[in-house]
């Protein structure tokens, strides 16, 4: 991927995320002498440094070869368990957006819990080369459940110390209820990372994700938050934010307070935009920004985020090296349900079994190599970081899993700015 100045260009290498800045005079010199197979000359260190960063390959077709090679044996060693488990799909909240709307409200009952355990050990003693595991809990809102969460967690911290399996757990939750006595027991079964939504400063916040009898929730979380950042320390708190043109003016003010309540130097920021949700279930009162306005918004919001001090992922992505596309990844829904994708729960179409009738191993990934051809063919930079894109968005856009989702034009106005502005930070 290339972006430029009047006087420099920038070079980014998305497979080993190499960078490297040349003069236009440079480049052109060095891309004369590639296209005619003539001597480096003078240019022969920084044409052998270029290919010893991959910035320079023999040809596309070997680079294609290499890359989808990498990817099979990247698969094929692939040596996690992952499995992300909704003790129940009930909330206690009413957001207005919520992607889960219309999903009916079921909690794990005994039965499940047991297969899920059984099913489990079934798995590990046939795959004896699995080394770690990830637990994450999701829902609805996990705590709710919490009797099974901990049933969860006693089942697997017993399993998967009998195979000597390292683990850790994940939480996506509201944050609503997260008490003192939660955080200890969920970190004393090696909590890592949670993630908690919020949409801005309180106000703007409570009139968007609300208890279900009409409550705010924004002090209480804030307060919850507090006590997992004292009693966590290593714990990698994500803050999502949803934003749309409704709390887009709020943006500035709600990183100075989680700044000042939590400190930006604890929290990784996840920007959502609410064009995002799935667009048939979320019809809330939410004025969501379309694609074409969206790089001038998300830029101006990165470089908002990066100036107090917040961690952001890299780069722009719709889509990428996501659970679903995971060999030994499983999403196991209250009543025994397989899916591969999270934004498939409740949805037939991405039911991909029952644990109550399959085991793990017969549930395929949603990596299908075939589609990278197509990508390979329009020579798309962005394939080592978006693997043909989010399969739930090929669904919208075609009523297709098996098919890419491609948005190269926005990736590409978005990253462009973000690479530049990275390079200008750090040299």
Same mark, same amino acid.
């Given at each position: 991927m290339k972006t430029q100045s009047s006087n420099h260009i920038l070079i980014y290498n998305t497979f080993n995320r190499a960078i490297v800045k040349l003069t236009l005079r440079e480049y052109k010199e060095i891309d004369k002498i590639i296209k005619s197979n003539a001597l480096p000359g003078k240019f022969l260190r920084t044409i052998n440094a270029l290919k010893e960063m991959n910035f320079i390959v023999s040809s596309t077709e070997k680079e294609k070869d290499s890359f989808m090679k990498a990817l099979e044996l990247s698969n094929n060693e692939d040596r996690e368990l992952l499995l992300t488990i909704l003790p129940t799909t009930a909330c206690n909240f009413r957001c207005q957006y919520c992607y889960e709307k219309g999903v009916k409200y079921t909690t794990m009952k005994e039965k499940v819990l047991n297969t899920i355990r059984d099913r489990t050990t079934k798995f590990l003693c046939d795959n004896s080369d699995i080394k770690s595991a990830?637990?994450?809990?999701?829902?609805?809102?996990?705590?709710?459940?919490? %009797?099974q969460v901990k049933r969860t967690l006693m089942d697997f911290c017993s399993l998967f110390k009998e195979f000597g399996i390292k683990f850790h757990v994940e939480l996506t939750t509201n944050g609503y209820l997260l008490d003192e006595n939660k955080i200890k027991v969920l970190r004393d079964y090696n909590l890592t990372k949670v993630l908690v939504t919020i949409d801005g400063p309180e106000q703007i916040h409570d009139s968007r994700r609300f208890l279900s009898n009409g409550r705010g929730s924004f002090r209480k979380i804030i307060s919850n938050l507090k006590l997992l950042v004292e009693n966590t320390p290593k714990l990698n708190l994500i803050i999502r934010i949803n934003y749309d043109y409704t709390n887009l003016p709020y943006?500035?003010?709600?990183?100075?307070?989680?700044?000042?309540e939590l400190g930006a130097n604890n929290i990784e920021l996840n920007l959502g935009n609410l064009d995002y949700i799935p667009r048939n279930r979320a019809k809330g009162r939410y004025n969501p920004i379309p694609y074409q306005d969206l790089p001038e918004i998300f830029i101006s919001l990165y470089n908002c985020a990066i100036s107090e001090g917040f961690r952001m992922p890299e780069l722009f992505l719709l889509g990428s090296w996501c659970i679903s596309k995971r060999k030994y990844s499983y999403i196991i829904g209250p009543e025994g349900e397989i899916y591969k994708c999270l934004s498939g729960i409740g949805r037939k179409e991405f039911v991909e079994g029952n644990l109550l009738s399959y085991d793990l191993h017969d549930i395929q990934s949603y990596l299908f190599f075939e589609l990278y051809h197509e990508c390979f063919h329009e020579k798309c930079p962005f394939?080592? %970081?978006?693997?043909?894109?989010c399969r739930y968005l090929a669904f919208l856009n075609y009523a297709k899993i098996r098919q890419r989702a491609c948005y190269r034009n926005l990736l590409t106005k978005i990253n462009k700015k973000l690479i530049a502005q990275k390079f200008l930070r750090e040299s």
């Open positions: 990830k637990i994450n809990l999701f829902g609805g809102e996990p705590i709710l459940a919490w %009797v943006f500035s003010e709600t990183l100075r307070i989680l700044s000042q394939i080592p %970081v978006c693997h043909t894109g």
